[in-house]
C-alpha cells in the first residue's frame, strides 16, 4: 500500500486554506449562458490553469472552443506503469436568477450552519475543487502516484456543445485508462453511492400534416384525416398494456437486468412512498415486472414531453386542425443508441401512418446510455475509498438522467466514466441558494486521496 | 291555385328598386361583435322595422336583449285557416377586415358581372330582404296568403348567445306551423336545393393532470403517469378500427339512414373526387360502409380541435408534463342530443382513465341536431317552387355543420325548420369579397313568392 498518510494529513491541516480556495473559485460569476460574463468565464478558466501550474502539473493549456475554453493540465509524472486518470469537470455555472429568492449573494460564498451557500457551491465548483485539494494534498507530500489530466469545460450548463469536436480533436492527447467525472453525487451525506449507470437520450419531434389547409369541423368533419386524432393514435400504439415501448427493435440491445444487480438496486433507499414524495404523484406506472428504481434508471422509457395541435385558446373554435405536432423522447440504456432508436421510431411511424397524414421526423437531441462495470478498478477503488472515508461501503446507484459527456468519452475515447462526487439531492442544483454540505466537501477531498492511492495499488 | 301572377309580375317589373333595397340595408355596416357599430346596429334593425310597417304588418317591434335586439313583425290576415310561418333571420354581419384584401369597399355595394359585391350581400342580408320583397310583391298585388312573422336577429354572427332566452320568452307570440330559415343556401348556382338535416354540436375540454408539477423525464420517466401519454390513449380509443366512435351508447339514438335517404344523397354532385378538392386532402377517411357526403352530414363524427400539453417551443426540454388538455368535438344527427353526449362522453372518461390521472371535462358549447320531414308540407312546398322558378326539381341535402337556432326552435316551439334561402358556396362567407350571385337573388325572391303560394294551397 503507497503511503497515503501524509497527504490525508496535509488535508486535514488545510482545511481553512481549501475552504478559501473554494471560496476564490466562488466568488468569480462564471455563467456560461450570459454574454456579459465572458470576461468572469476567462478568469475562472485562469483560475483553474494558474492553481495547476503552481502545483507543477505539465501542458497546461487554456484551448479554445468555438465559445467558452477548455482548461487542459496533465500531471505524467508517475511513470507508464501507473493508470492514467482524466478528470472530468466544468467551471461555468447557472444564471443565478430569481436574485430576490437567495438569502445572501450567490457570489459571496456563506456559510450557514454545515452548508456553503453559493452558485455553482454543489454544481460543481465544490467537487472540482475538492479534486484539485485532493492533488494538492498528495503533490505537497508523498507525491501523486497516477498519472492525471484535467479537461474542465467551460460549457455543461449550456448543453457542451462543443465537447464532442474538442475530444475528438485531442482525443489522442486525452488518451487515458479511465475517466472520473467528478459532476456526481451521492444519495445523502452519510450515504456513499457510486453511479455505475446512466441512461441516453433521444428526443425527437414528429409533425404530422393532414389536409392542406384547417377546415370546418362540421363540414368536413368525418371525410378527412384529422392529424390531431392521428398523432393520438400513433402515441397510443406506442406503449402495449404491460408498459412496454412496441417500436420495432427498440429492446433488442437492451442489457437485461441480473439477479445480482437488481439486488444491489434494491437496498437503495428509494421504496414505493420515497418515489411518490420525491414525484408528487400519489401513482406510480410504468414497465411491469420492474421497481419504480429499476424503472427510473435501468429500463428504456418512452414519454410525450409536448403535444400542440389546432385550437387551445380559451373556449371553442370548431376546427378540424390540419397539423398536429409531439415532442416525443426516450430514455435510453446500455447498450440501446439513440441512432438506432431513431431507425426504430421511424419504422414505427412508416408502419403505422394512417392514410392521408405526411409526417416528418426531426431529431432534436441524443446521448448515449453508459454503465461502468461494477468490478472495474475504478470502481472497486472508488468503493474501498468510500469505505475509508465515510466508513461504511457505497451503495450501486444508476441515474435515470443523460450526462452525454460521458457517452461522448466512451464513443471517442473508448473508455468508461467513474461519477465520482458527493453532491446531495437537496443541494438546490440551478435554484435558488444552491448550497454545498461542507463535511462532505472535506471527506470528498479525503475520498479522492484514496481512490488515487487505490488506483495505483 | 290562389293567383300568385301578379306577384310574380310586380317582382319582375320592380327588379332596379328591389336590389336599391338590398343596397340599402349593405350600407349599414352592422357589426355585431364591435362595439363601435352598435349605432349602425340599431339603424339596420329600425331599416327592417320600418319596411315592414310601411308595409302594414301589424306588431313591429324591435325587442331588446342583452346586446342587439331582435326585429319582430307579425302580419295576421290571411286568417285562422291559413298556415303560420315564422320567418328567421339576423341583420348583423361579420368584420370586414382584412380590409386590405376587399376589391372594393365592403359597405358600399358594387356590382361586378352576375355579382352583388358586398359585406353581407349573401350572409344574409340578400337573403332576408329578397323574403321582404317577395312580401312586399305578394301584399301589394293579390295579398299574402299566409300568416307571416318575422323574427331577424342581430347577434347571430356573435353565437346567438341571447336566442334560446328570447324564444323561450315569447315562445306564445312565436306559436307557428313551421320555421322558415332563410340562412341558407343551394348547392351550386343552378342546382337547387333543400337542406333537410343538420347536425348538431358536442364541444369538450378535457383536462388531465398527473404529478402535482412538471417532472425531470430523466429523473422520472418511466414511474409515473404523464398525462401526455394518457391523452394520448384516451382519444385513440374514441375510435374502433371501423371508424366507428367507441363512447357507450353514442349511437343508440341515432336515426339509421333509410335505403330511399341514401339514393337521394347520391344524387347530389358531390363525388370522391369533389370532396378531395373541397377539402385540400388527398385521402378520404371515415366510418367505413358510408359515402364522404354520408359521412359529413348524415352520421355522427368526433374529432379533435385542439392538444396543449408540455413544451411546445423550439427545439427540445425534458420535461415530463404535469398537464395536458384536448379539446374534443362531436358531430351529432337526430335523436342524438348533445346532454347525452356528454354522458356517453364521461362515462368512458370514467371507464378509461389511467390510474393516477386526475380529470376534469368542461362542457364549452352545444347544439341539437334536425331533421325536417321530406313529406311535410313545407318541404314539399319549397320543392314545388324551386322547379317553378328554376325549371329543375331540387336535390335534397343534409348538411355537416350546426344551426343552433334551428334546434332551439324545435326544442323551444316544438315546430321544424326549412332552410331555404340561395347563398351559393363560393360566396366569400365571412372573408373578403363577399358577394351575392344576383341572378338567385331575383329568383330568389319569385321562389319565396311561390312557395308562400304552394304553403296556402
Redesign the interface.
Known sequence: MSDRTPAIDYAKSHSDAFLESLNDLLRIPSISTLPENEPDMAKAAEWLAERMRNLGFSAVEIIPTKRHPVVYAEHMEAGPDAPTILVYGHYDVQPADPLDLWETDPFEPTVRGDDLFARGASDMKGQIVAHLMAVESMINTSGLPVNLKYMVEGEEEIGSPNMEAFIEQHKDKLACDVCLNADAGILAADTPAITYGL?G?A?F?IRLQ????D????????????P??A?????????DEQGRVTLPGFYTRVRPLSDEERDELAKLPEDEAW?KA??????????IGYT?TE??SA???L??????????GE???????AK????I?M?LVPDQTSAETETSLRQYLEENM???ISWELIN??GGEPSLIDVDSPAVKAASKAFLQTWGKAPLFDR????VPVVGIIQKRLGVGSLMLGYGLPDDNLHAPNEKLHLPNYFRGIETYIHFTHEMAE
Chains 1, 2 share one sequence.
Open positions: 441512461r437520450l428526443y419531434e393532414g389536409a392542406d389547409r377546415l370546418h369541423s362540421g363540414r368536413f368533419g368525418g371525410t378527412v384525416p384529422n390531431g386524432n398523432l393520438a393514435k400513433l402515441i397510443a400504439g406506442m406503449h418515489w420525491q414525484s408528487g404523484s400519489d401513482v406510480l406506472t410504468g414497465e419504480p424503472r427510473a429500463r428504456p422509457t414519454d410525450v414531453n409536448g403535444l400542440l395541435c389546432g385550437f387551445t373556449g371553442s373554435k370548431t376546427v378540424l386542425p398536429a405536432m409531439a415532442k423522447s430514455r394512417p392514410a392521408g432534436h437531441a441515474e435515470g438522467g443523460s
